[in-house]
């Protein structure tokens, strides 16, 4: 039977162990270092207790392996049991003092990584607030928009009610055309806060499509400042990807800000950006940017242009940290899309397309118990 090092098992399992090997040495004449076996005693504890816990637990099987050789042995002159004895405490230190130094070492990685990926989360924050910086015109107008509706509806509403005999019916659609400007202005709203707090990312079932048309949103007058147009070819009922919206966002927002910067940059006559979203069920058996296998059913997000492209050069540079061809780019935008889509278990590459233009595209996997979206 396996027991997982997580089962509560573990420490019944290591007590037990102890008192058989304990009973065994005290009480039987066996001529062998039984003692010896306190060391699987010692490297269960490492798995279950903190270090005060491992020390113990080796103090304990010295004190047991010494109480066992003065119940069986007393002061009896017995050169061999008692180089037995101190083969086995001999063996039990070692192995305590070295699962001490495992468990520490271990223990260092993980802040080490908690590190990591607690300066990865800044990073991928500053850059959302500095991408919600150069939105600022965008999204003051998407704020503006509702608000301004809200004010005509007003008026108009307000011109029902003053009229001799108020036509109560107006008055009504009025109010609840202001409704729903005013959800769409705090909705807006909440998602700037959203993607300028820094909370911890919240992996959950999404539709990536929703996601797709939100960060859109956020866009569309970023994209009209570029003269660059917009299509959406999304496939209907995407299964569900495990993800953090507010990341998603983050990279489709950059992808597609980048396309309209490239073909306006460029010069380009022609400025299309063109995002698709797909099941890929197979995967293809494509190589994720780190050489890991990608060829789990995953949702694919492409997003193309029809600017220069990239020169042959820079494609294998892309997402090197501060890579940039623009006069005031930081270079950070596409390692950190990277970093996100990675830690999603996914993969992002870029290719150029035919006869001109840029295309990237990410997939993450369909999480097993994400398959279907909740209706
Ligand atoms: P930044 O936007 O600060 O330059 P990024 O990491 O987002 O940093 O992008 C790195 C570089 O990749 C850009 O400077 C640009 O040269 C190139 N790039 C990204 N997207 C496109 C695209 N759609 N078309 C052409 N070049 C692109």
Same mark, same amino acid.
């Given at each position: 039977m396996f027991i997982s090092t997580r089962s509560p098992l573990v420490p019944v399992v290591a007590l037990g162990l102890a008192a058989a090997i304990f009973a065994v040495d005290a009480l039987t004449p066996l001529d062998v270092a039984i003692a010896v076996l306190y060391v699987a005693v010692v490297l269960l504890s490492v798995a279950v207790w903190p270090r005060r816990g491992v020390i113990a637990v080796t103090g304990l099987c010295i004190a047991l392996t010494l109480i066992a050789y003065g119940m069986s042995h007393g002061f009896a002159q017995n050169d061999a049991a008692l180089a037995r004895c101190l083969v086995s405490l001999a063996a039990i230190a070692i192995t305590g003092f070295l699962a001490l130094k495992g468990q520490a070492a271990a223990l260092a990685l993980l802040e080490r990584e908690e590190a990591l990926n607690q300066a990865r989360g800044q990073l991928a924050h500053a850059s959302r607030v500095s991408t919600l910086g150069e939105l600022a015109a965008s999204i003051a107008h998407e704020v503006n928009q509702p608000l301004a509706a809200i004010e005509t509806h007003g008026e108009a509403c307000l011109r029902w009610m003053n009229r001799p005999e108020p036509d109560l019916g107006e008055v009504r659609t009025a109010v609840q055309a202001m409704q729903r400007d005013a959800r769409r202005a705090s909705e807006v709203i909440r998602r700037i806060r959203?993607?300028? #707090?820094? /909370?911890? &990312?919240? %992996? +959950?079932?999404?539709?990536?499509?929703?996601?797709?048309?939100? /960060?859109?949103?956020?866009?569309?007058?970023?994209? =009209?400042?570029?003269?660059? @147009?917009?299509?959406?070819?999304? =496939?209907?009922?995407? &299964?569900?990807?495990?993800?953090?919206? +507010?990341?998603?966002?983050?990279?489709? +927002?950059?992808?597609?800000?980048?396309?309209?910067?490239?073909?306006?940059?460029?010069?380009?006559?022609?400025?299309?950006?063109?995002?698709? /979203? *797909?099941?890929?069920?197979?995967?293809? $058996?494509?190589?994720?940017?780190? @050489? =890991?296998?990608?060829?789990? &059913?995953?949702?694919?997000?492409?997003?193309?242009? #029809?600017?220069? $492209?990239?020169?042959?050069?820079?494609?294998?540079?892309? *997402?090197?940290? %501060?890579?940039?061809?623009?006069?005031? $780019?930081?270079?950070?935008?596409?390692?950190?899309?990277? #970093?996100?889509?990675?830690?999603? @278990? @996914?993969?992002?590459?870029?290719?150029?397309?035919? &006869?001109?233009?840029?295309?990237?595209?990410?997939?993450?996997?369909? !999480? !097993? #118990?994400?398959?279907?979206?909740?209706?």
């Open positions: 959203g993607m300028a #707090s820094q /909370s911890a &990312p919240a %992996f +959950i079932a999404l539709d990536v499509n929703e996601v797709v048309a939100e /960060s859109c949103d956020l866009l569309r007058r970023e994209l =009209q400042r570029h003269g660059a @147009g917009l299509k959406l070819d999304l =496939q209907s009922d995407l &299964p569900a990807v495990k993800a953090d919206k +507010i990341q998603l966002q983050q990279v489709i +927002i950059n992808l597609v800000m980048n396309a309209a910067q490239a073909m306006a940059g460029a010069g380009a006559r022609e400025r299309r950006i063109e995002v698709r /979203s *797909f099941v890929d069920r197979d995967g293809g $058996g494509e190589n994720g940017q780190n @050489g =890991q296998h990608v060829d789990a &059913p995953a949702v694919v997000v492409e997003i193309a242009d #029809s600017g220069p $492209g990239f020169a042959p050069d820079d494609l294998k540079r892309l *997402f090197d940290a %501060f890579f940039t061809t623009k006069q005031d $780019g930081m270079g950070m935008g596409l390692p950190i899309c990277r #970093s996100i889509i990675e830690s999603h @278990g @996914g993969a992002i590459r870029a290719w150029n397309r035919a &006869p001109h233009g840029a295309a990237m595209a990410f997939r993450i996997p369909v !999480a !097993a #118990s994400a398959v279907e979206l909740p209706a």
